[in-house]
């Protein structure tokens, strides 16, 4: 492709940001007013006080200024970034992460794709795309959770990639509310089979909340649920492991008692 048809590409790519962000956010997000400057600098930095009073529509107007007039200065490829954050700042998410992907395809050297800025924004977009819980709808966690995979995922490639990056330790922050979305799910579905006798099912939801989301607030009760669906299998045996790991584990908790009772019932293992 020439460098005219490139230029030419970007204008066009510019011009459906700018018409996404107005259709999206135009007078929620401040007046998109603008008044140009002479230099790149100078309209990179209007762009960036727009980002910070959210008017995104103004500050795309600024950074597709850049872009279009400014082609080849080094703010040209800050503003390609900074239109990402203009999306992500307009809740375009979907937006958002294709122009953060593209800015790390196109960009892989630069300082913010180095440091995991782009890679922990499209996480971090992933994750602000879930549902929440409101009033008149199921609770989120009735819902179908590929979403809230496809979050946790970015953000643990994230991890692994970039291990000096400043946003670890917001994306570690993400991870922990993304595992008690999937747990909160995993008891729900568990809970579901057991209140229709199945428990089977309810082992297999179970095994999987505790190998996967330990430490956010089920271990508990997933252990005393899951020793009760063991003996509805007729696996006394792995009821008794689990049941004493309550014990060993969470001795003050009710549900240590209560396994306590059951394993004084559960007959007594075989000799070998």
């Known amino acids: 492709m020439s460098l005219k048809n490139l ?19 135009g007078g929620k997000s401040g007046s998109g007013a603008v008044e140009y400057s002479v230099s790149a600098q100078k309209n990179y930095e209007k762009g960036l006080k727009q980002l910070e009073s959210k008017d995104w529509v103004a500050a795309s107007k600024y950074f597709g200024f850049i872009k279009s007039r400014f082609p080849y200065s080094k703010y040209a490829v800050l503003a390609e970034l900074r239109l990402a954050d203009a999306e992500f700042g307009a809740e375009q998410y979907l937006e958002a992460i294709d122009s953060y992907r593209l800015f790390i395809k196109f960009h892989p050297t630069h300082e913010m794709v180095a440091n995991g800025y782009a ?77 229709r006798g199945k428990p089977m099912g309810t082992v297999i939801r179970l095994r999987r909340l505790l190998e996967r989301y330990r430490g956010v607030g089920y271990d508990e009760e997933a252990l005393w649920l899951l020793g009760r669906a063991y003996v509805a299998v007729a696996m006394p045996d792995r009821a008794r492991n689990v049941w004493q790991e309550l014990v060993d584990k969470h001795p003050r908790s009710e549900r240590a008692g209560d396994a306590k009772s059951a394993l004084a019932d559960l007959r007594p293992a075989p000799k070998r």
């Not at 994750?127 to 929440?132: H, I, N, T």
């Not at 609770?139 to 979050?151: G, L, R, V, W």
């Not at 922990?176 to 979305?181: D, N, S």
Request: with cysteine; proline share 5%.
């Open 7 to 25: 230029l030419t590409a970007s204008l066009l790519a510019t011009a459906v940001v700018l018409t996404g962000l107005t259709a999206a956010c």
């Open 119 to 195: 890679s922990y924004r499209i996480g971090e977009a992933y994750y602000k795309q879930l549902p929440g819980d409101f009033w008149m709808f199921p609770p989120s966690f009735e819902k179908d959770q590929s979403s809230t995979e496809d979050a946790g995922n970015e953000l643990k490639t994230f991890l692994d990639k970039y291990p000096d990056s400043p946003y670890r330790a917001k994306a570690k922050e993400i991870i922990v509310a993304v595992g008690k979305k999937l747990a909160d799910h995993e008891w729900y579905v568990a809970r579901y089979y057991w209140d």
